[in-house]
């Protein structure tokens, strides 16, 4: 079975700190992906990754930024965290010969 | 501009019954189709897919129909479970590219 893991379930910040969120796959996958799930608009593609070190702007980069300097691991950083960033952050893989994504249990970030 | 749309935002439906879940795409480049089920405070799951050579794909009790010239597809659920009740999510792209995601459809399954 893929395993999707992601550092911390929960997570509450104060606006202004920044915040790494990190992201684990067990199954060797090339491609790796963060998004945010907020109510009524589904999920969201903030970055993606389809190798080591390679990163594309998804449909919402601003105020975030990724490192993956390893395959198995996908990490989200908020710069300086906002309100408006308070949300759900779901991370996903897929392999590199085929579409579907397979995800982390998520985690909900509250920025105060 | 939304490229997946699911116009439904919740759906009841009785135990034993049919769930029909709807989702329209406007991307006639999209070649690639699936369904994710999500639970409260868990990740999303995946369901079910078809590819456009496809018009039908089934397994078990689900079922997606696309109909390529309405640019839409469909989730059958039969018959539906109180275990189904979940948030259904429908996501389309082209192989190879980022899947564009809906925003999803919470449906009740009443016993």
């Known amino acids: 079975d893929v395993k999707v893991t992601q550092s911390s379930r929960y997570l509450v910040k104060r606006t202004g700190e920044k915040v790494f969120l990190e992201c684990v796959q067990d199954?060797?996958?090339?491609?790796m992906f963060w998004y945010r799930q907020d109510p009524g608009l589904g999920l969201r593609l903030i970055y993606f990754s389809y190798d080591v070190k390679m990163k594309e702007k998804g449909d919402i980069p601003e105020g975030y930024s990724v490192s993956r300097e390893k395959k198995e691991r996908f990490s989200l950083i908020l710069e300086s965290a906002s309100t408006n960033q308070t949300s759900m952050y779901l991370c996903?893989?897929?392999?590199?010969?085929?579409?579907?994504?397979?995800f982390g249990p998520g985690t909900r970030l509250t920025v105060l | 501009d939304q490229q997946v749309k699911q116009n439904s935002p919740s759906l009841s439906v009785q135990e034993g019954r049919i769930s029909i879940l709807n989702c329209d795409y406007t991307?006639?480049?999209?070649?690639?189709f699936l369904w994710y089920k999500k639970y409260p405070a868990e990740g999303p799951t995946f369901l079910i897919s078809?590819?456009?050579?496809?018009d039908k794909n089934e397994d078990g009790r689900f079922t997606v129909f696309l109909n390529k010239s309405a640019k839409h597809l469909s989730l059958h659920i039969v018959p539906s479970q109180p275990g189904d009740s979940a948030v259904y999510f429908c996501?389309?792209?082209?192989?190879?590219?980022?899947?564009?995601f809906g925003a999803g459809t919470i449906l009740r399954v009443k016993s």
């Open positions: 991307n006639s480049m999209f070649d690639y």
């Open positions: 199954m060797d996958h090339e491609n």
């Open positions: 996903a893989s897929s392999p590199g010969d085929t579409d579907t994504q397979y």
């Open positions: 996501a389309a792209g082209e192989y190879g590219n980022k899947l564009v």
């Open positions: 078809i590819s456009s050579i496809k």
